[in-house]
């Protein structure tokens, strides 16, 4: 399967955060879940990738070009949507599809009316005028219209109704059906991938947690529960994180056979969400 | 690059055709009541950069410089861009402005001021001077940073004004600047002069693009 995304070693410092050289793989024609809680590293990873910031270290090719050196033909060819668009507020929609689509050799004018008419999109309002699900429908729109291989989408269902995050899913999932096509996805909300993604990378606090398929995450990722004897000693080293709660102790760990060899009985083990994930991985310095 | 052009003016339409034609309209009828070309073209030249780099500004108040870079674009070629949009709208600008200065009953300023090849050499070297100064400090430092600069350099204009009294350095200095200046143009000739001067607009606009970029590129969005 070809790449359509490949990031190695990527390193971003700011002060009081660092993006720790981060690594992962999006195929052609797969959807990738990009997770972590809020301040993760997510939308700095995303902005990256557009180059909207300097990376410190590491590389980032897109469908095998470097994303700075041929800066040009890698933008041609992605799609962004953004949760908080940087556009020019005041301008109304049309004037900003008059002003964006030249710079697309690929733009199809007749797929932007159809989408718009699809979103229900009221071209002639300013883009401050609109809905949060209609400003995210605009920027699918105009991702769309320009036949973009690589959909990277930051937070895009955040604040919209379950009908259009819904909507939205589909539509995305349909457009791997193309298989030239990838999206790379970054969402806090959880449930949102367990449909639709195909793999997930997992980022807290500026680290890889794990890239991974997402049946694989199911396979590797559980939650153990057991006696207080889980946040002793030697085991500690097994697990991400813990939890208290009023029958015993929680902890989540990616190495279920090491648990087993090291607790005989008394042990449940269930198979982790990503939400479990995402809750044990961001109080991970909660042991009990 | 014409689609640079063509994004700016759709993406702040309302506004680049609102001070379109006020600007115009108050560079020309304030012009025509002054006796002074040298004057006219100061005003003028600093009333259209701010014009000029409207676009930019907004776009740093709005927090969408984002947009221009997820664009298939390189860095450079967005600069390039606004350098291409700001001398698009100083140039429109200037024509309508001239226009309406020309056409103002009793205006001091006639044809041969306005339309002279000294005029519009001085109106060409305060575009370029302010656009190639204030360009990248729009860029490093945002609206806020050109509002503070130009603030600043009122106070520095105040302090000048004061020292000048005391001491006649600044004069003397200007005063050489003008004599080198003159024995340039005898010893070039008329054409040549002029040709020296348009190179040295070209180079002065091409070291402020090179350092607008420089500092672009250096810039997280």
């Known amino acids: ?288 | 690059m014409f689609k640079f052009i063509l994004k700016d003016f759709f993406l702040h339409k309302k506004y680049i055709l609102s001070l379109g034609i006020l600007y115009p309209l108050y560079v020309g009828w304030f012009g025509s009541r002054l006796d002074s070309p040298r004057v006219y073209a100061l005003l003028a030249a600093f009333m259209y950069m701010i014009v000029a780099l409207f676009p930019y500004t907004r776009e740093d108040k709005l927090k969408a410089v984002g947009l221009s870079l997820s664009l298939p674009a390189t860095r450079r070629e967005i600069i390039l861009g606004r350098f291409l949009t700001s001398w698009t709208l100083m140039t429109g600008l200037w024509i309508l402005g001239t226009a309406v200065a020309l056409l103002m009953s009793g205006g001091k300023l006639g044809a041969a001021h306005l339309l002279g090849l000294g005029s519009i050499l001085t109106i060409l070297a305060y575009m370029t001077a302010f656009l190639a100064v204030f360009t990248p400090l729009a860029i490093r430092f945002g609206m806020v940073g050109l509002m503070i600069f130009l603030v600043a350099m009122q106070v520095l204009g105040i302090v000048a004004m004061l020292l000048r009294a005391r001491t006649q350095t600044l004069k003397a200095l200007i005063g050489s600047v003008g004599r080198g200046v003159a024995t340039a143009q005898e010893a070039l000739g008329p054409a040549g002069a002029v040709a020296a001067v348009l190179i040295v607009f070209l180079i002065v606009n091409y070291a402020s693009f090179e350092l607008s970029v420089f500092l672009f590129k250096r810039k997280d969005y």
């Open chain 1, 1 to 288: 399967m070809d790449t359509a995304l490949e990031i190695q070693g990527l390193r971003k410092e700011y002060k009081g955060f660092i993006l720790k050289d981060i690594s992962f793989r999006l195929d052609q024609g797969t959807i990738m879940g990009l997770v972590g809680p809020n301040g993760a590293g997510k939308t700095t990873i995303i902005k990256l990738i557009l180059n909207m910031i300097r990376r410190s270290a590491g590389t980032i090719e897109v469908f095998g070009l470097d994303n700075i050196a041929h800066e040009k033909a890698v933008k041609a060819r992605i799609g962004f949507v953004h949760e908080t668009p940087a556009m020019v507020e005041d301008a109304p929609l049309k004037n900003i599809k008059t002003a964006l689509a030249p710079f697309y050799r690929s733009w199809d004018e007749r797929l932007f009316r159809r989408l718009s008419a699809e979103f229900g999109l009221p071209l002639d309002k300013k883009f401050k005028a609109l809905s949060h699900g209609m400003k995210m429908k605009f920027q699918l729109a105009l991702a769309l219209s320009h036949d973009a291989d690589l959909l990277v989408l930051d937070e895009p269902t955040s604040g919209l109704d379950p009908v259009f995050r819904r909507e939205l899913l589909e539509r995305l999932s349909g457009v791997i059906q193309d298989e030239r096509k990838s999206v790379l996805f970054s969402t806090h909300i959880t449930s949102d991938l367990e449909s639709t993604a195909d793999s997930i990378t997992f980022i807290n606090r500026g680290e890889l947690v794990f890239s991974l398929p997402k049946d694989e995450v199911r396979e590797t990722w559980a939650v153990v529960k057991g006696g207080r004897e889980l946040g002793h000693g030697s085991l500690r080293g097994l697990f991400k994180g813990f939890r208290e709660t009023p029958y015993g102790v929680e902890a989540l760990t990616s190495d279920v056979p090491a648990v087993r060899r090291a607790i005989r009985g008394g042990l449940v083990v269930d198979k982790a969400s990503i939400e479990d994930i995402m809750i044990f991985m961001d109080s991970g310095a909660s042991h009990v």
